[in-house]
């Protein structure tokens, strides 16, 4: 795991707690739903009020858009999904103002499962799996037609959550929302933030590259070096590249080779 907190943002942890209980009061105001049945709105609505606590600012037309958030620092875009469904709405917003887009990085989980026909409780456990701004580079890259913009900020708040799955739901469900046999993911509850990385400048982007990578590498040495998979690495060299934060610097063999530019 690679969580790079040295370009870590100041984070307020009241104003969070605030965002989960305003989300717990307005999910008991309109008697939603138990777990099981919310998809992921959870980690989007917190995130919302995170952001904005003021809810008048919240969900505002802009243009031919509604934006999740509009405030004096132009509109914020909560996404929690992958950021090729965002793509055209961003490029339209572009076009009218500044747009900040969150989008969140789950660091450490514990996964909740609960019988889908009872509702009741089956069994707890911490996942092995973290994730890291390395992770994300598949949504990046998605946008990396956009990075240049000076209208575009992206924050990647790093958090703690709950996952809820339901066992036992019909097989008729999406696939890809399916974790085992029979069990789906119903729900994310964040629970707190411990960071934020924050990608507005160019210079910003430095925050991709990880502590000793050697002067002149491969996307197998950098893949090494941040202990994630090649494709996140090659990634993550191309948007090196285009930020002039790395430059080509010939081959070795069938190996491209790059430095970072001083």
């Known amino acids: 795991m690679v969580i790079i907190t040295e370009h870590t943002n100041h984070i307020d942890k009241k104003r969070f707690s605030y965002a989960c209980s305003q989300y717990n009061a307005a999910k008991a105001d309109r008697k939603s739903p138990s777990i099981g049945t919310l998809g992921e709105k959870s980690l989007h609505a917190v995130l919302k009020w995170y952001y904005e606590p003021d809810g008048s600012r919240h969900e505002i037309p802009v243009g031919e858009y509604i934006a999740d958030i509009v405030g004096e620092d132009g509109v914020i875009e909560i996404q929690t999904r992958n950021f090729s469904r965002l793509k055209p709405k961003l490029t339209g917003l572009l076009a009218l103002c500044r747009v900040t887009v969150v989008h969140p990085v789950i660091v450490s989980k514990r996964v909740i499962s609960i019988d889908a026909a009872t509702g009741e409780f089956i069994s707890s456990r911490v996942s092995p799996k973290h994730a890291s701004l390395y992770t994300q580079m598949r949504e990046l890259y998605t946008l990396r037609e956009l990075l240049d913009s000076d209208r575009l900020t992206l924050r990647f708040p790093l958090l703690t959550a709950d996952e809820y799955r339901t ?40 925050a991709l590259i990880p502590d000793g990578l ?3 590498f491969s996307a197998a040495d950098f893949a090494r070096t941040a202990a994630t998979a090649a ?29 970072l530019v001083e």
């Open 231 to 259: 494709g996140n690495a090659r990634m993550a060299i191309h948007l090196l590249v285009s930020m002039n934060l790395a430059q080509p610097s010939g081959r070795q063999g069938n190996r491209r080779l790059y430095r």
């Open 167 to 206: 066992f036992g739901v019909s097989t008729r469900r999406r696939k890809k929302q399916r974790t085992r046999r029979g069990e789906y993911v119903s729900d994310v509850m964040p629970t707190d933030i411990v960071g934020e990385i924050v990608l507005s400048e160019p210079s910003d982007y430095a």
């Open 214 to 216: 050697p002067p002149e």
